[in-house]
């Protein structure tokens, strides 16, 4: 467990989802502040590291989840992972929670105000996360599983895969941050009392797409990037 002092939280999380669930649970960011150690991650927000360890430690008592093997996916599995398990999921919820946020605002915007600037700021997080994805599935998704399968490479506009990477971590970043003001906002998702079914409604599902886009993230921003840079690397020193 020592060994886990000086690991990136997000690279914990990437080799071990349900690793997710403890740092989530203390509010630590392994998502866009992934590259944090979790000794560091621990000091910020004043708690133990004995206390993460031995969280993380019972952890790997449980039985593994179906996703917990993603870290050993080559290349081509895991977009096909995350494009199945995230992309689809995601591009499913986005005009089911902006219906959802519009039929509350309608109702409940007068008495409850900052369901406007959830649902602003749901706008924007939309109008981040579509082209993001349609990016990554039409053309990063498939140059990476040209990589991975030895093909001849698609052709793109850029010359190397880290270019691209840098601009997708970007809008995770981006999206990660509208997320943080929408929880924020929904003051972490509780239902005040008065409140008809739909409301609790799109608060659950805003909470769970959150959950999902920081898993989904992790396992590109700490798994699929860097696994693409080295295979790249790798191709080209055989050319
Ligand atoms: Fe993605
Ligand atoms: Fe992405």
């Known amino acids: 467990m020592n060994k886990l002092k000086n690991k990136p939280i997000g690279q914990i999380v990437a080799e071990n989802l349900t690793a997710a669930k403890v ?13 944090q150690t979790l000794e560091n991650a621990c000091k910020d927000h004043h708690i133990a590291i004995t206390q993460i360890e031995a969280e993380l430690s019972a952890l790997s008592q449980l039985t593994s989840q179906d996703h917990s093997n993603v870290s050993v996916m080559e290349l081509n599995e895991l977009t096909h992972h995350i494009v199945t398990a995230h ?20 109702v409940h915007g007068v008495n409850h105000p900052t369901l406007f600037d959830i649902r602003k700021n749901f706008v ?8 993001h994805l349609e990016k990554e ?8 599983d040209a990589l991975a399968t030895n093909i ?12 691209p990477i840098i601009l997708l971590e970007q809008e995770h ?21 008065d409140v008809c079914n739909t409301y609790r409604l799109v608060l659950r599902e805003l909470q769970e797409l959150e959950q999902d886009l920081h898993l989904h993230i992790a396992k590109e921003n700490y798994l699929l990037f860097p696994k693409a840079i080295k295979c790249e690397l790798e191709r080209l020193q055989k050319c």
């Open 87 to 106: 992309h689809v999921y995601t591009k499913k919820m986005l005009p089911v929670i902006a219906k959802h946020l519009d039929t509350v605002v309608e």
């Open 173 to 193: 970043e981006n999206a990660g941050r509208i997320f943080d003001d929408i929880n924020n906002l929904a003051q972490g998702y509780k239902p005040p009392a």
């Open 137 to 144: 599935e039409k053309s990063i998704f498939p140059y990476i």
């Open 23 to 35: 740092f989530e649970s203390h509010g630590m960011d392994f998502c866009c502040h992934g590259t």
């Open 152 to 163: 001849s490479l698609p052709s793109v506009d850029f010359y190397k895969i880290s270019q």
């Open 124 to 131: 924007s997080l939309r109008k981040e996360l579509e082209p």
